[in-house]
């Protein structure tokens, strides 16, 4: 981030189901901040401001125009920013030259990826410009793949101080999830199979839990792609659809920290669908759940939930570190909204906030949420975010 910006934070987007949530958390959580400097960005001046009107956001909130198709206005825009925040997906048809000019002209960026291919492309081609210029690039800054990051760095935190070092395998386990996929998220699987449809080199990345890791390959994972029993859970565990980008993230994160768990680390994630025949049925509904949200039906960009929808979601993780000598310590992240709308629009926020008011010192180049701000981001989501991190007994 530049000192001298006009604007601490812009928001890219901001006319979007999910841009509109942010634009509105700033404008009520932070309406009393006089030091934060933001503004509204999108294509319509017309529609911002009709966004701005609905939010109740103040009536002097700066209105920006700016398009994806238009590189000449997103560099009018970053010109004016410290940080953007984009929620302009899916990012691998909309975001690249944004990322490329933020990253050639020093101005932090973050945003909502689940698309680990683009977000390799990006990191290979423009880590060195960002290195250079000094912006922090942050993907993931949702629920992909905040609490997920979050929750194994601090179940970590909690082996090391019960079995005296990191543990070697941890397990991420989604106990409840009530709310609905993103329209953006769909968005974006159906864009990546596409890409991958049209070029098959790209399949290897999308499958490499180490993609996110450029020169480095760890041991072999969990593939997740099928129903299983978990003794130690008493529970049947089935595939969870976010897996894909959450592990290649929290593999980065360890990388990007020195390898604190390890470089033999295994981490997966599932569903846990309960005990028995029910159990088992379970698990089986939800392998074709997860089809059908990426399906003809899936949500479009932009369709989203009810406010009163997106306060009754909520969900709970569970994360179970494992000693060599089979020891476990478990911890739980919990938050009180619909993820992938309600609980995003709050962890994306917090996140911009972070990263420019208590890490101004986490170094140029591409970074995870959870790599970059670690305790500080946690303390954020859990003063302002309705988020809680517990060790579980």
Request: with cysteine; charged share 25%; proline share 6%.
């Amino acid at each position: 981030m530049t000192s001298s910006s006009k604007f601490d934070i812009i928001v890219y987007g901001a006319t979007g189901f999910t841009g509109q949530l942010v634009a509105e958390y700033l404008a009520t959580h932070y309406r009393d901040d006089k030091q934060l400097k933001w503004a509204m960005a999108g294509r319509s001046l017309e529609k911002l401001a009709k966004v701005r009107d609905a939010i109740g956001a103040a009536a002097d909130t700066p209105l920006i125009a700016a398009d994806s198709s238009d590189p000449a206005s997103l560099q009018a825009m970053i010109a004016q920013a410290g940080l953007v925040i984009s929620t302009v997906g899916p990012y691998q048809l909309y975001g690249s030259d944004l990322v490329a000019a933020c990253a050639a002209s020093g101005t932090d960026y973050i945003d909502l990826c689940g698309e680990p291919v683009w977000m390799r492309q990006m990191i290979d081609k423009h880590e060195a410009a960002a290195k250079a210029s000094g912006a922090r690039i942050v993907f993931s800054c949702g629920f992909d793949s905040v609490p997920f990051e979050l929750g194994a760095y601090f179940v970590q935190k909690e082996a090391r101080r019960v079995f005296g070092a990191p543990a070697p395998r941890v397990k991420g386990r989604v106990r409840e999830m009530r709310g609905t996929l993103s329209g953006g998220t769909a968005a974006s699987a159906k864009a990546t199979f596409d890409a991958v449809a049209k070029d098959l080199s790209l399949v290897a990345i999308l499958k490499n839990p180490f993609a996110l890791t450029p020169g480095f390959e760890g041991p072999k994972q969990p593939p997740g792609s099928k129903p299983v029993y978990e003794e130690d859970l008493q529970s049947w565990s089935a595939p969870f659809m976010m897996a894909t980008i959450n592990t290649r993230n929290v593999h980065r994160s360890n990388m990007l920290m020195g390898f604190p768990y390890g470089k033999d680390f295994v981490y997966d994630e599932m569903a846990l669908t309960g005990p028995g025949e029910e159990g088992a049925a379970n698990a089986k509904k939800v392998m074709a759940a997860n089809a059908e949200k990426t399906g003809p039906n899936a949500p479009k960009p932009g369709e989203g939930p009810s406010k009163e929808e997106r306060e009754s979601g909520r969900f709970d993780l569970l994360y179970v570190a494992i000693a060599p000598d089979g020891r476990q310590v478990r911890a739980v992240v919990t938050g009180d909204r619909d993820p992938g709308y309600g609980s995003t629009s709050k962890m994306i926020s917090e996140c911009a906030i972070c990263l420019l008011r208590d890490a101004p010192d986490v170094p140029a180049g591409f970074w995870t949420p959870g790599a970059a701000m670690r305790d500080a981001l946690i303390k954020r989501l859990v003063d302002n975010a309705g988020l809680t991190f517990r060790v579980e007994t």
